[in-house]
C-alpha cells in the first residue's frame, strides 16, 4: 500500500467522512474502493472498446449502389 496526502475543501471532507461513516468504513478505505470501482469501470469500457473496434468493419453500403437516405433508414410509417 502506497501512503498518499491529499488536500480537501472543508465541505468535501466533511462529507467524504460522513459517506465513509455510512459505509462503515475508514476515509481511506472509502476513498481507496471508489478508486477502484472507478477502475474496474474504466478497464471495463476500454476492454469493450478495443473488442469492438478489434473486429471487421460492416459496410452499410450495397455494392456500388448509393448509401440509402437519411429519410428512408429513419421512416416510422408504422408508427403513424
Known sequence: MK???ITL???VALHARIWAAEADTSLSGFLSRMLSE??????GY???QEN???RQAVSLQ????PYPK???????TNLR
Not at 472507478?38 to 478497464?43: F, V
Not at 450495397?62 to 449502389?65: D, I
Request: net charge negative; hydrophobic share 30%.
Open 3 to 5: 501512503n498518499v496526502t
Open 9 to 11: 475543501p472543508d465541505e
Open 38 to 43: 472507478r477502475m474496474e469501470r474504466e478497464s
Open 46 to 48: 476500454q476492454l469493450a
Open 52 to 54: 469492438f473496434l478489434s
Open 62 to 65: 450495397q455494392e456500388r449502389q
Open 70 to 76: 437519411r429519410a428512408d433508414l429513419h421512416d416510422r
